[in-house]
């Protein structure tokens, strides 16, 4: 295997920084892309990476040999149920699909709307703007004539072309269905970037179309204002009374501290509590709630229409069990449809099927954790016992659901697939945020409740899992932390 | 009449010869999956070294599974020119795109 990698990069300097950051992935990419922005030309961020910087044809070389490096950094006690960090520059970028929608404006009160889960401490509203924001950074493509939320401006591309299954249900629902938002661009990007080729291997896109952290913000990490460290290992936080001083990390094998004014932490739901804990900093119930989305695969049997004519894997997106009252008992779910070809073996009707899959949310469960051992310094622990009853109601509601789903098309047969998907390849949850500092770890703009000078970024924070896929929400969190960071700076 | 009626005829034969199968161009059958399809000789020889070449498997002719029977479609161009099932079809490529990209024969993009 060769490997063309970035050299382990050099120890930084010795000395105090404006930021440290941990982690390159989402999180942290899209906080220091809004924090250059307001940042004094001489400030100086440091940037701790655990993994490498690849290129992208590594990656989708390289693919599995990643994901069980990746798997060996933690301990999962509860082998039935699989996470997947990526432990290397750019994150989660380097396997995700590029499903970008946003969430609705109900699930961040879901508690007062429907009696269940808990209220974010922010709004749609609040994040509208910054949703928008994110789009343009990643070039989303999606419908920009009809939209599920509330928007203040278009989509930066159109969207992607629909199949003829997709089609049938905007007809049936025309204000229920909805071309996908996606960071797998409908055209070719001045950047360079091609368009979309419905190639369908998006985890590693073999044309490196879709967003990565890689492909398009790999300029921040070069800006003179930050140095990139990779191969860094942060062990704990330096944490004095209520005042975090830097962190303790190994690089080259070689015990180090980095101090810092801020310190921002953007190393994935089961790192960011795991640093927390093992730091001493147990407020808010840091490292339970461990949770994602949990998603069925329906295989339907079409009778006279041919399927995969979409120009992208997944190309529309339902929400007919999404919003409503439902919620009040049972998890909603969004329906994606897929255009990756599976196709049918009988003369003649080869492409008369097509793929469904119905994500459901899922309420965080406070015995699904992550935990540290003292004797273990490096391996968090996972430990996730079961989905919530609300969830599994909301599963089991779905072979009575889909026959109104499904009059929308002409369906031979279909097959609800028993076991449910393994993972979404979301983590989540284990350092909420909130407005009580008893349960939830960080405030609206992700700083710590006590630690003052502490942020948590990523989809740790999150108080809930709602059906639609986490990233955009992560991405926009991060920029308005930033400039809530920055704006209460000069209120003092 | 009789020259509408010759007209007829003639539009009538030719359309019918564009239906017939192109028995001027040698072919072979299809694998044990898909015996009625016209085959350019060396087609499925082509697809299952491929196979072998990039997935280290040898496949059995007469068992493939439904999702290898899907992937010798795609590596034909049968589904570009519209899955016509009497014209001779050709081995374009194995189609696996994480190997050989941009090569999605369903896709359409206008």
Not at chain 1, 329 to 334: C, D, K, N, V, Y
Not at chain 1, 355 to 384: C, H, M, S, W
């Amino acid at each position: 295997m060769s490997f063309d990698t970035q050299h382990d990069s050099p120890p930084p300097v010795q000395g105090t920084y404006d930021l440290l950051l941990v982690g390159t992935g989402f999180a942290s990419a899209f906080f220091l892309h809004r924090y250059l922005k307001h940042a004094a030309r001489g400030a100086r961020v440091l940037v701790l990476e655990r993994g490498e910087q690849r290129s992208q044809q590594w990656h989708v070389q390289n693919y599995e040999a990643l994901r069980l490096e990746s798997l060996a950094t933690f301990v999962n006690r509860s082998e039935w149920k699989p996470w997947e960090p990526r432990i290397a520059f750019g994150g989660g970028s380097n396997c995700w699909w590029a499903c970008t929608p946003r969430m609705l404006p109900e699930d961040f009160r879901l508690r007062s709307k429907y009696g269940v889960g808990r209220d974010w401490p922010v709004t749609y509203d609040d994040l509208e703007s910054y949703y928008g924001d994110a789009e343009h950074i990643m070039a989303v493509s999606g419908p920009s004539d009809g939209s599920p939320y509330p928007r203040s401006r278009p989509y930066p591309l159109p969207p992607h072309r629909f199949s003829d299954p997709d089609r049938f249900f905007k007809r049936w629902f025309p204000d229920q269905f909805f071309q996908q938002p996606t960071a797998r661009p409908s055209r070719a990007l001045p950047s360079g970037r091609p368009r979309c080729e419905a190639n369908g291997v998006c985890r590693t896109c073999p044309i490196d179309s879709k967003f990565t952290i890689h492909n398009e913000l790999a300029h921040l990490f070069k800006d003179p204002r930050v140095t990139l460290c990779t191969g860094a290992n942060v062990k704990r936080l330096d944490v004095a009374g209520n005042t975090v001083r830097g962190v303790h990390y190994t690089h080259a094998g070689v015990d180090r501290i980095a101090r810092a004014d801020v310190v921002g932490l953007g190393a994935n739901a089961i790192f960011n509590p795991a640093l927390l804990l093992r730091s001493g900093v147990a407020d808010g119930g840091a490292g339970r709630g461990l949770g994602e989305q949990v998603s069925l695969h329906v295989d339907v049997m079409l009778k006279g229409m041919n399927s995969f004519q979409g120009s992208t894997s997944i190309t529309g997106l339902g929400y007919m069990l999404y919003a409503g009252e439902h919620r009040r008992e049972r998890a909603g779910a969004l329906m994606e449809v897929w255009n990756v070809p599976v196709l049918r073996s009988e003369r003649g009707r080869w492409r008369e099927r097509v793929g469904l899959k119905f994500i459901y949310e899922d309420l965080p469960q406070p015995d699904n954790r992550v935990t540290v051992d003292a004797a273990d310094g490096d391996r968090p622990i996972v430990e996730f016992g079961a989905r919530s009853e609300y969830a599994e109601r909301g599963m089991a509601a779905l072979e009575s659901d889909l026959p109104r789903v499904l009059a929308a098309l002409p369906v031979e047969r279909y097959e609800i697939e028993k076991r449910t998907i393994e993972t979404e390849s979301h983590i989540m949850c284990t350092s909420p945020m909130g407005r009580n500092p008893a349960d939830s770890v960080v405030d609206d703009g992700l700083v710590h409740h006590r630690i003052r000078n502490l942020l948590v970024l990523g989809s740790s924070v999150f108080p809930t899992a709602a059906p639609a896929n986490p990233t955009l929400t992560i991405t926009a969190l991060s920029l308005r932390a930033a400039d809530k960071l920055f704006a209460s700076r000069r209120t003092g | 009449m009789q020259t509408f009626a010759l007209g007829a005829g003639a539009i009538t034969t030719l359309a019918f010869r564009d239906r017939r199968p192109d028995t001027a161009e040698p072919y072979e059958p299809g694998p044990p999956a898909f015996p009625y399809l016209r085959l350019r000789t060396g087609t499925v020889e082509a697809f299952e070294a491929d196979y072998h070449h990039h997935l280290g498997q040898e496949l059995a002719r007469d068992r493939w599974p439904e999702p290898v029977q899907a992937q010798f479609l795609l590596s034909t161009d049968f589904f570009r020119f519209d899955a016509d099932q009497a014209r001779v079809i050709s081995y374009v490529g194995f189609y696996e795109p994480t190997i050989t990209p941009s090569n999605n024969p369903l896709a359409r993009f206008d």
